[in-house]
């Protein structure tokens, strides 16, 4: 079974900075969709960031753009958020999806979640 894998959460404080990655060994990330989600206690699961790692396209939540950077590394199979000027908003368990949908909507029985990786922003 297709599994994709966060690490690098953790505990910053404010103003500082974090890099996720999102590895999925045995998938084809070459032409899908990736994207980083996030939840906080209480409050819904938003979308952060994607990229169509087939072409390169990104799309940022208004609330992280310029702040936070979704990149590619298809020769390791691995989409990383690179996270900086850290707010304690931001504190949420953050999630990877992959989607072979190039829509991009994250939505069908396809999607691939990981099992998410905490950041924590302290003031």
């Known amino acids: 079974q297709v599994q994709v894998e966060e690490s690098g959460g953790g505990s910053v404080q404010a103003g500082g900075s974090l890099k996720l990655s999102c590895a999925a060994p045995?998938?084809?990330?070459?032409?899908?969709?990736v994207g980083w989600f996030r939840q906080a206690p209480g409050k819904k699961r938003e979308g952060v960031a994607h990229i169509y790692t087939g072409g390169g396209a990104t799309h940022y939540a208004d609330s992280v753009k310029g702040r936070f950077t979704i990149s590619q590394d298809n020769a390791k199979n691995t989409v990383y958020l690179e996270m900086s000027s850290l707010q304690p908003e931001d504190t949420a368990m953050y999630y990877c999806?992959?989607?072979?949908?190039?829509?991009?909507?994250?939505?069908?029985?396809?999607?691939?979640w990981g099992q998410g990786t905490q950041v924590t922003v302290s003031s």
């Open positions: 999806a992959a989607d072979p949908n190039i829509l991009c909507f994250f939505s069908s029985s396809e999607v691939v």
């Open positions: 045995g998938y084809t990330y070459s032409s899908a969709c």
